[in-house]
């Protein structure tokens, strides 16, 4: 198995512009997982799916952000519009019962 | 809030020594991870301790629990240049995801 893949690998854009985040999990696994990581806040969670459905969003830090996975294999983290703070490394994980995370390279995303 | 918060910040230590970093918690959980972030990685996956587990070792990797402090160590015997990273230890209770604390960053000087 290739692991988890993130693309794009790099993402800047200019603030105000829509970014799509993309990932793919491990074929298997039932859960797959958004963090975003900062130097000021570390590895916060924004949202986590089980079997493709969405159980918690609550670290989605506002509307501008949406999350979906429309089958097992892939999942979007949008923001729409970006703005500067959300300049972060954005990381996708995915694993079978929580036992162990399998984390994607990230998606470093500069938005001026 | 059951994350974990480790200790130090930062560590830098000369190859061959050991290292020793510390995770605090809040509340009861199931089991705690550690895992390591080189720079500009992914997090990967070093070790689960249950929470009827009192140690467990991986190679180089012992890493100790003790639920009644709510606390756990990660030592490294023997240390190596290539263990320079972060470390995170992350605890999860059950029914909620897993929370990371903001890291440890160790540096080995060769």
């Known amino acids: 198995d290739a692991g988890v893949i993130q693309s794009p690998r790099h993402e800047v854009t200019e603030m105000g512009q829509e970014v799509t985040l993309r990932c793919k999990p491990i074929?298997?696994?039932?859960?797959l997982f958004w963090y975003r990581q900062t130097m000021m806040r570390g590895l916060e969670l924004l949202i986590y799916f089980n079997n493709n459905v969405p159980i918690d969003d609550s670290g989605m830090p506002e509307d501008r952000f949406s999350a979906k996975m429309p089958n097992a294999s892939f999942s979007t983290l949008k923001i729409q519009p970006s703005e500067p703070r959300d300049s972060a490394v954005y990381f996708c994980?995915?694993?079978?019962?929580?036992?162990?995370?399998?984390f994607g390279s990230g998606t470093q995303l500069s938005v001026l | 809030s059951q994350q974990g918060e480790e200790d130090p910040q930062a560590l830098s230590i000369q190859e061959g020594e050991n290292a020793t970093m510390n995770c605090s918690y809040k509340t009861s959980i199931n089991n705690l991870q550690w895992y390591r972030q080189n720079s500009g990685r992914g997090l990967v996956h070093l070790i689960l301790i249950r929470s009827n587990e009192r140690e467990k070792h991986s190679g180089r990797l012992r890493v100790t629990l003790d639920t009644s402090k709510k606390s756990s160590s990660l030592l490294i015997t023997a240390s190596r240049a290539a263990d320079t990273a972060s470390y995170f230890c992350?605890?999860?209770?059950?029914?909620?995801?897993?929370?990371f604390g903001k890291g440890t960053r160790l540096s080995v000087i060769a």
């Open positions: 994980a995915s694993a079978w019962r929580k036992q162990k995370l399998f």
């Open positions: 074929s298997g696994h039932d859960y």
């Open positions: 992350a605890t999860d209770a059950g029914n909620t995801p897993l929370v």
